[in-house]
């Protein structure tokens, strides 16, 4: 309760959270109030928005509804930023935390690998990625995770070098507890918070970087995304950009709103240990 | 006396009007020719080899037909759809062994050398018959080329070949190239491949690669005060979108090839300076087809066929991935073909219901998702259309209870899945009609095809009837009866529906005002440009 008074202290943190429950209803209510395919043609195409209260964002080039397009892309958006974020932060952690606690050869190179993967830009690592195996929704989160582990990997490291250090550690060793289980159940547990205060930025870029896929015609062309809407529109940038314009603003407000709320919970959390 | 002067003026003020009507629809035919100019022209793609008698393809004949000429050149007007080029006149003999071809006299090389029969006889033989796409199919026969004089070529055939398809090839199969440059090495890796050299109006002058080609006017040109042009300049701009925006800002004078999307067209068209011309493709028909993977048991069905072919609504594609700058099509011969098309054939009216029954029918009914099978849909990436009609076809098959799984890949990616490793089900192509079936279209349901061949039957079609036909077709030297022949197959394509013909469409020009003397040929893109000018 109190932190979750000390979340909503801040207006940005309020925005944030209002925003990302929105999406959330918005991903969940897609099945519901859009059943059925929402790439079906609904209406004659190109139809601006507020014409028709049927179609009230209008429809697209072949006449797909954008409301239905957009609530079916908040979905995947979310669930490809969730997704990737979590396996990013779980390749990271084990790795960061394997490293930390072995140290010596293990961690020299463990460490390496995570250079170079960090020194190959991680968007064209996963241009790459989806380009060699094939657009689906599995391969593309994987190719963002790929991308993304480093910088948890990083945090969790330095946080276990300094955990590994305190008596906790030192009497779990004395009982005899095997290192993997000290490194997994007692060193990782509180190395995590700084690694899932990374959380927000990683999901915020996961979503860019799904959306820049579609848009480059690597996303998966099964699903509706918002990347790949504002490729389609673009085509007809100057006489339909609505078509543009909505998924775009909605992406926008996507990353800002998972943003602003994961600020919210690093400040929050921040305030707790400056009083603790 | 008054009254006469009056009258006089209104007489030359109603003619002036009058003349100034026609001449409004085509701008530049009423205005006398200018000469001089740099003509600046959008480009979306970058051939690498420009030599058009080894890759006889659209994006290269955009850019080396200016500086290579063929044969003959495509005509609205001239005898049989032709008008000289290099070949002054051509003769077939009646047992269709041999073609005869008088040259054009006075004709130099870009270098200074003479242009002779030889270099016909090189071309032909060295090139068309064993290199080029399309050369290979229409030359096969061709035995040897004899060269009595240096204006005369003899082409003979081992085989009788029908003369109407080798006059039909000319215009796009026919282009020369040097003898003298080609001789030594390699032909495949002459340098004159990527630096061509012709006897066209414009002479190849530089090549920066992703900014621009530019030609420069070839003085010799055996035309008459020909070109009008001293220069064309080929701007590379491989994002759609962009190309309308320089139009208007005066960037480019002409955009060919649909570079303007054809949503922008309507908005395009009412910006003063800038006019929409659809004219100047009629030789270049593209056809919006349906490729069918018969190795899948489901679709080695008729009845699953004939149930897709009415799954589809035409009049929707048309109008909505067109924009209604299309037509529907009957069957494997487009409707705005003068000497083949015959509309006597089997149809499919958009009937979903129908569609349903004969899947039914078939033996595959809708389990209790709603769904009967499953397929892979391969849309061809190279046209927006091709990709929206992969759209529209899941959402059509869906209809009918057919769950398609969209796959995108890139251009070499598809040609790969499709042609060679047929790792497919249905895919969408753009197969072009080039004038005579026998040319590209029967090669897309006749069988025994080598594997990895691009643009052919690679859904695993045998129709041993079919094939009879075509191979029947490819030995009837008159011309009525061949044409009949190719009427029949029509009617039995469509019948059988080795594959799905949806719709027929070309392209739009935007240029310019001042661009004059466009669009004057039904392959005007793809020509010589020779009497293009730019006026004001």
Known sequence: ?276 | MSEFTISRRGLLAGSALLLASTALPTIGFAQTPKKGGRLTVAADSEPRNLNPAIVASNGVFFISSKIVETLAEASFDGKDGLEPRLALSWEGAPDGLSVTFKLRDGVKWHDGKPFTSADVAFSALQIWKPLQNLGRTVFKDLAAVDTPDELTAIFKFAKPTPFQLIRNALPALSSVVPKHLYEVGKIEDNPANNAPVGTGPFKFAEYKAGQYYRLARNDAYWGKDKPYLDEIVYQVLPDRTSAAAALEAEEIQLAAFSAVPLADLDRISKVPGLKVVTKGYEGLTYQLVVEINHRRKELADLKVRQAIAHAIDKDFVVKTVFLGYAATATGPVPKNDPQFYTADVPTYAFDVAKANALLDEAGYKRADDGKRFALKLLPAPYFNETKQFGDYLRQALAAIGIDAEIVNNDSAAHIKAVYTDHAFDLAVGPPVFRGDPAISTTILVQSGIPDGVPFSNQGGYKNADLDALIAKASETLDTSARTELYKEFQKKVAADLPLINVAEWSFISVARDTVGNIANNPRWAVSNWADTYLAG
């Open chain 1, 1 to 276: 309760m109190n932190r979750l008074h000390r979340f909503f202290r801040t207006p940005e943190a309020i925005a944030g959270a209002l925003i990302l429950a929105l999406l959330i209803a918005m991903a969940l209510a897609a099945p519901l109030l859009f059943s059925g395919d929402p790439q079906a043609i609904a209406g004659p195409a190109l139809l601006p928005p507020f014409h028709d209260w049927s179609l009230p964002l209008g429809t697209d080039r072949l006449g797909r509804d954008v409301l239905a397009e957009l609530f079916h892309g908040a979905r995947t958006s979310l669930a490809v930023g969730l997704a990737a974020a979590a396996a990013a932060l779980l390749i990271g952690a084990v790795i960061g935390t394997l490293a930390g606690f072995a140290g010596g050869l293990v961690d020299e190179v463990l460490m390496r690998i995570t250079d170079a993967f960090q020194t190959v830009p991680s968007f064209l690592l996963a241009l790459a990625f989806v380009s060699i195996v094939g657009p689906s929704l599995g391969v593309v989160v994987a190719a963002i995770a790929l991308g993304a582990w480093t910088g948890p990997a990083r945090v969790a490291r330095a946080e276990v070098l300094s955990i590994r250090e305190r008596d906790y550690v030192a009497g779990a060793r004395v009982i005899g507890m095997h290192p993997l289980e000290i490194a997994f159940r007692e060193v990782l547990p509180n190395a995590l918070p700084p690694v899932l205060a990374l959380s927000s930025v990683i999901v915020a870029a996961a979503i860019l970087t799904e959306a820049a896929l579609s848009f480059l015609g690597l996303g998966d062309p099964n699903r509706v995304t918002w990347g790949g809407m504002i490729a389609e529109g673009r085509t007809v940038l100057r006489t339909a950009p609505f078509l543009s314009i909505i998924p775009g603003v909605s992406l926008v407000l996507t990353v800002l709103g998972v943003y602003l709320a994961g600020e919210g919970v690093v400040e929050s959390t921040a305030v707790r240990r400056s009083l603790s």
